[in-house]
DNA sequence: ATGGCTCCATACTGGAGA
């Protein structure tokens, strides 16, 4: 069981390299984020003819999440986190697939920090930990996967200390990460990859990519009844080298069975 | 320190991203 998840930067501009790594890399289960598509604009004739069924939440112009699956239902649950009835952003699906619950996240960016946007990011994040808590109480197979705006330590980000005052950087940002991991979540690609440099994310600017300045921000928090299923983790960072790419390379994992 | 790039909207410019 391969389960994916890519920051897509636009689904419909996006559509070529989307469809050309789902053939290539042919996961199972895909999380996208920002979709930046109204709801009735998601290309899900393209998504079926590539094999796969699709639910989504769209919103016009920004954010978008979707959960994708060859190997069955996709039965959602929720398409809005908790806690906040007035946040109209699409950021939160949340579906079963096989005996899998997946929970598709695209988290606030948060700039500029300190501010209005950044308290907007702590708020969800604290929304986030509440619920996934009582997700992790309920011992079944969940995964929180999606685009965390959060490198969660120094290893993750090509320069430390030119990213402390940013929002997916500050002392608070992190906190709430490792709060969040800290009830009980296994860090799917840290935990097959200690010590090792890994990045999810290239800025477009002053050839980010070429140079290898990255960040990663994409992240898999698996509770413990899928940790102990985990076999292999990656990127597709050749994905990030395609014409017209998104910023972000898509991240997988694989489980046994 | 700044600006560099790319997306979308209803557009020839601006907001947002990270």
Not at 74 to 94: C, F, N, Q
Not at 201 to 210: C, E, M, S
Request: neutral net charge; proline residues 7%.
């Amino acid at each position: 069981m391969k389960i994916a998840t890519y920051n897509v930067n636009g689904v419909n501009g996006r559509l070529p390299v989307l469809l050309r790594w789902l053939e290539e890399s042919a996961p199972d289960i895909v999380c996208l984020q920002e979709l930046k598509a109204p709801q009735e604009k998601f290309p899900l004739g393209a998504i079926e003819a590539a094999g796969y069924q699709a639910v989504w939440h769209g919103q016009k112009s920004w954010n978008g999440v979707a959960i994708l699956s060859r190997v069955g239902e996709i039965k959602e649950v929720r398409r809005a986190l908790p806690g906040d009835p007035d946040d109209v952003h699409s950021r939160y699906l949340e579906a079963w697939v096989k005996d899998m619950l997946i929970c598709c996240l695209y988290l606030p960016n948060g700039n500029p920090a300190p501010g209005p946007k950044f308290d907007y990011k702590l708020g969800w994040f604290s929304r986030l930990t509440d619920h996934a808590k009582k997700l992790l109480a309920e011992e079944t197979p969940v995964a929180l996967i999606g685009d965390f705006n959060v490198m969660p330590t120094e290893l993750d980000v090509y320069k430390p200390e030119r990213w402390v005052d940013d929002a997916l950087f500050r002392p608070e940002t992190r906190e709430a990460f490792h709060k969040l991991a800290g009830q009980g979540w296994t860090d799917a690609l840290r935990k097959l990859h200690p010590g090792e440099t890994i990045y999810t994310f290239w800025d477009y600017f002053r050839n980010a990519f070429g140079r290898d300045a990255g960040l990663r921000i994409d992240h898999f928090l698996l509770s413990p009844q899928l940790a102990k299923r985990l076999v292999k983790a990656g990127v597709d960072r050749q994905v990030r080298g395609w014409e017209k790419t998104s910023d972000h390379a898509p991240v997988w994992i694989e489980l046994k069975r």
